[in-house]
C-alpha cells in the first residue's frame, strides 16, 4: 500500500473507515463499535493486536492496545499536594484517590504501564529558565481588597531557592528543599503516590517517572528521557490524568498529541483550582481538538468487561 496521505472517509459509504494515512499513522472507524485505536501494521491486518480494551468517552467508544498504552500522572507531588505546604483537600486531592483506587489497579490488570511525569528541575536547566516560570511561582495575585497598585505581589521564595522548613499537621517539620528543584522533599511524589510507586518497582511492570523544568512533560520534543522511554514501549496511546488539569496537564496532553500520540483525558483523574470554566474548556476540546474524554472509572469498567473475554 503506498505510504502517502488517505483522505478521511464518509463513514456513509464504508462500515470501517480509515482516518489518517496508511503509511504512518491511522485509525479506524466503525459507526457501530467506534474508534479504533490500536495501530496495526496496515489496515488490512486489523484487528491484529492480541488484547484489546475498550473504553467509554463522552463521544464514541475508543479500543486501544494495552502494550501500547501508557498512563501519565503529572504533577502528583507535595508541591502540589502535601497540607505542609499549605494544601486543602479539593479536586487534586479526589483525583488523587481515584487514580489510587480505580486507576491503578485497572491499569496493573491491563498491563497498562504507569508514568508520573512531575517537576525536577537540575541546576543547568534553572540557569536557561524563562521569566514566566519565575513570574508563575514567586508572584501572588493580590486580593482586591488589598490592591494599592498592581493586582501582583512578589512572594517570599523564587524557583530554585530554598523554601526552609515545613510543618506538618501533626506538629512535626521537614526541610522542603529548593522549590522544584529535582529529589527535594517539595518534588518528591506525594504520599500514597510515593507508596504505590515504590511498592511497584519489585513488580513485572514497575512505575516509571520523568522529571521536567516546564508546564508540559513533553516540551523538547523528541530529545526528552520521556519520549526514549515511550517509543522504547512501542507506546502510541496516552492516558492523561493529574494537577492541575488546565496547566500541566494540558500544556503536556497538547504537545503529546502534536507529536503523533492519541491522547485520552481521564477527567475524573484530574483536579485543578481554577475557575470551573478552566475546567470545562480542556474537557470541551480534549474531545473535539485533541482525541478524547474518559474516566477513571471508565478504564476500570473496560478491564472489568475484558475480563469476561480473552481480549486480556
Not at 165 to 194: C, I, K, S, Y
Request: charged content about 20%; overall charge negative; hydrophobic content about 35%.
Amino acid at each position: 500500500m503506498s505510504a502517502g496521505p488517505s483522505p478521511i472517509v464518509d463513514s456513509t459509504t464504508a462500515t470501517t473507515v480509515l482516518v489518517g494515512n496508511a503509511g504512518s499513522n491511522f485509525w479506524l472507524f466503525s459507526p457501530s463499535t467506534g474508534w479504533d485505536l490500536t495501530h496495526p501494521p496496515s489496515p488490512e491486518e486489523s484487528p491484529p493486536a492480541r488484547r484489546r480494551l475498550t473504553l467509554a468517552t463522552t463521544t464514541a467508544p475508543i479500543t486501544v492496545d494495552p502494550d501500547k498504552t501508557a498512563l501519565i500522572v503529572i504533577d502528583m507531588q507535595n508541591f502540589f499536594l502535601s497540607p505542609a505546604m499549605g494544601r486543602s483537600p479539593g479536586p487534586g486531592h479526589d483525583a488523587e484517590g481515584l487514580l489510587l483506587s480505580t486507576a491503578f489497579p485497572a491499569a496493573r490488570e491491563a498491563g497498562i504501564r504507569i508514568a508520573h511525569v512531575t517537576w525536577g528541575i537540575t541546576d543547568e536547566e534553572l540557569a536557561v529558565l524563562p521569566p514566566v516560570l519565575f513570574r508563575g511561582f514567586g508572584y501572588n495575585q493580590v486580593p482586591a481588597a488589598d490592591k494599592e497598585g498592581f493586582d501582583e505581589k512578589k512572594g517570599t521564595k523564587d524557583v530554585g531557592q530554598d523554601m526552609g522548613a515545613v510543618t506538618f499537621p501533626d506538629g512535626t517539620t521537614v526541610a522542603a528543599g529548593r522549590m522544584l528543584m529535582q529529589d527535594e522533599w517539595n518534588t518528591a511524589l506525594h504520599g500514597g503516590m510515593q507508596k504505590s510507586f515504590d511498592d511497584s518497582q519489585g513488580t513485572a511492570a514497575p512505575q516509571v517517572r520523568f522529571h521536567k523544568s516546564r508546564l508540559s512533560g513533553f516540551w523538547a520534543g523528541g530529545s526528552s528521557e520521556l519520549m526514549d522511554y515511550l517509543r522504547e514501549q512501542h507506546i502510541t496511546t496516552l492516558l492523561f490524568t493529574g494537577v492541575n488539569t488546565d496547566q500541566c496537564v494540558l500544556a503536556s496532553l497538547q504537545d503529546a498529541c502534536n507529536l503523533g500520540f492519541d491522547t485520552i483525558l481521564l477527567r475524573d483523574g484530574c483536579g485543578t483550582n481554577s475557575p470551573d470554566y478552566a475546567r470545562l474548556m480542556v474537557e470541551f476540546n480534549g474531545r473535539k481538538s485533541w482525541g478524547f474524554v474518559s474516566s477513571c472509572k471508565d478504564l476500570a469498567e473496560g478491564v472489568k468487561a475484558a475480563r469476561q473475554t480473552p481480549s486480556l
